[in-house]
């Protein structure tokens, strides 16, 4: 698990100030929250990066939760203030909108397994901001999975 960790700062800090930040990047927030629905949590931090957000882990304790039901189509999900529906699942990655948005484009949310960890890319905008967020998480995916290779 110490490799894992390792390795996933390591990702962490080559990725995010390429890809999160305020207008002009892809991503205006991440976090990379450790899950292993296998593993015993309690032994690690919820939160293991951030970037663009400070939330704790009794923050992002009622999203985990929501991710560990599996209800995915069925419940809403929140972060802070906004609440998320999901759009649309994947194998490994799901989609969600705010549906409580006070900007005029909207906000959204990727969400991404990723080893044992769960990388949350939040953005700003519709379809085209979508996209480009999609890109740029999936990025993180292939440094984080290079290790394995």
């Known amino acids: ?17 390429k890809h999160v930040g305020p207008e002009g990047k892809q991503v205006q927030a991440a976090l990379l929250l450790n899950y292993d629905p296998s593993g015993p949590s309690r032994l690690l931090p919820v939160i293991a990066e951030q970037e663009g957000i400070r ?5 992002m304790q009622p ?15 929140s972060i802070r203030t ?24 909207g906000e959204g949310a990727i969400v ?16 085209a901001s979508a996209s480009l967020a999609m890109v740029a ?5 292939v440094q984080f999975n290079r290790r394995t290779h």
């Open 63 to 77: 999203f985990l939760d929501f991710v560990k039901r599996g209800n995915l189509q069925t419940e809403f999900f």
């Open 82 to 105: 906004n609440q998320y529906l999901v759009t649309s699942i994947h194998e490994n990655w799901f989609c969600a909108r705010c549906v409580n948005s006070t900007k005029s484009g």
């Open 112 to 127: 991404m397994q990723i080893g044992a960890y769960l990388l949350i890319s939040m953005y700003d905008g519709s379809l």
């Open 137 to 141: 998480t999936d990025q993180f995916a």
């Open 1 to 17: 698990m110490a490799t894992d960790w390792a390795w996933a700062r390591r990702a962490w800090e080559k990725w995010a100030p």
């Open 55 to 59: 939330l704790t882990a009794v923050d």
